[in-house]
């Protein structure tokens, strides 16, 4: 199960960092993606960490403003957004799968139920 957290209402240009806690032993094994859909789009790909954190990629509208970590001790995957805009509004959904290909490409097996972000002009 995962569950997310740490959404709101910020100004543009604020910050807001999201949560995503995981229950099971082997959350360290799952390589965990965030995702967001904003109203009227698709779901789109924002960031992933593989299970160590080794490998991070990220979307190029994201680059250099948002970073994903990990803590596999409190099986918890961060995503720290600054410099938000508001095309970031949208609903962002934590996912995890065993594989990265999966996660990377859209495909993860978990998601949660997403946490809102709403970013005001």
């Known amino acids: 199960q995962l569950v997310e957290s740490g959404g709101g209402l910020v100004e543009a240009g604020g910050s807001l960092r999201l949560s995503c806690a995981a229950s099971?032993?082997?959350?360290?094994?799952?390589?965990m993606g965030w995702f967001r859909r904003a109203p009227g789009r698709e779901r789109e790909f924002v960031a992933t960490s593989s299970w160590n954190a080794g490998n991070t990629d990220y979307a190029d509208s994201v680059k250099g403003r948002f970073t994903i970590s990990r803590d596999n001790a409190k099986n918890t995957v961060y995503l720290q957004m600054n410099s938000l805009k508001p095309e970031d509004s949208a609903v962002y959904y934590c996912a995890a799968d065993l594989s990265w290909s999966r996660v990377r490409d859209g495909r993860p097996t978990y998601w949660g139920q997403g946490t809102q972000v709403t970013v005001s002009s």
């Open positions: 099971g032993r082997s959350f360290s094994s799952y390589n």
